[in-house]
């Protein structure tokens, strides 16, 4: 890897913990203004300071985030479907590797359909992206999504889509947390941070699953609802941040959470 690859991805992934609390405010690209992200400035602003970086598209970079950020940006850039529509998996590269150079974005982010019957055109618009980030020296984060069919998260299958997409040329990946992840982690070449996926029922809950996804070999968290569709968003990426980078246990964490809810 050269060294404009390394160094985008070390603004990320931070080297002094080798770990990374990314947060995840993309969901409008095929949700629309789902809740707590109606406003997505609102949302950012207070959690900005406890993100490593944000994921997002460029429509709410330009129109939400202060161009005097430090944060470092993944842009997403695949999409063109909806919640309402025919076929989630039916993405196309939606933002060209030059409008993310113009972005100063450290890292470039699309999601791939293994399985389903886009699983060659997401599956090559990677290989598409991978080539195009290696020109820009900008690193591409694959995400493998599941859309609608989320009984697919198993090890099985999660495995099998983290090494598709690093044998693909991914220098990073999103996956989901599953019962036997050290299997998926295990055979992935490339650095994995899990989704939080849907709101669990508590926040202990989430600090139990990015706790449990660091020690099965998950390099950090890109999270989005878990965090702020919490009543306590703030204490909450900064209780998932003490498990991410500090090792806390969730009881611990938990604790943390609690404490700073109380002052907040
Ligand atoms: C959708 C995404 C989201 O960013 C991802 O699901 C992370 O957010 P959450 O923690 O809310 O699941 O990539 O494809």
């Not at 997403?76 to 972005?103: C, D, F, P, W, Y």
């Amino acid at each position: 890897m050269d060294f404009g690859l390394r160094n985008r991805l070390s603004r990320i992934i931070k080297p002094e913990t080798g770990h990374t609390v990314m947060l995840a405010v993309d969901h409008g690209y095929f949700l629309g203004p789902i809740s707590k992200l109606e406003k997505p400035g609102q949302t950012i602003e207070p959690l900005m300071p406890y993100a490593d970086a944000l994921m997002l598209t460029r429509g709410v970079l330009r129109s939400s985030v202060p161009a005097e950020t430090s944060v470092p940006i993944v842009l997403r850039v695949s999409g063109g479907t909806s919640i309402v529509g025919k076929n989630l998996a039916n993405e196309e590269i939606t933002t060209s590797m030059e409008e993310a150079v113009r972005l100063n974005v450290s890292a470039v982010a699309l999601s791939i359909f293994v399985g389903t019957e886009y699983e060659n055109q997401t599956l090559t618009n990677l290989s598409y992206l991978v080539d195009r980030g290696q020109d820009y020296g900008i690193p591409v984060l694959a995400v493998t999504a599941v859309g609608k069919e989320l009984e697919k998260r198993d090890a099985k299958y999660l495995a099998l889509c983290c090494r598709i997409a690093a044998e693909l040329g991914a220098h990073f990946i999103k996956t989901y947390y599953c019962d036997g992840f050290e299997k998926v982690a295990g055979s992935c070449p490339v650095p994995l941070v899990i989704a939080g996926g849907p709101k669990l029922d508590t926040e202990l809950d989430a600090m139990k699953m990015a706790y449990d996804a660091i020690q099965k070999g998950a390099v950090g968290v890109d999270m989005g609802r878990n965090i702020w569709q919490s009543p306590h968003p703030v204490p909450m990426i900064q209780a998932i941040r003490a498990v991410v980078h500090e090792g806390v246990k969730p009881e611990e964490a938990h604790e943390i959470f609690k404490e700073k809810r109380d002052q907040d």
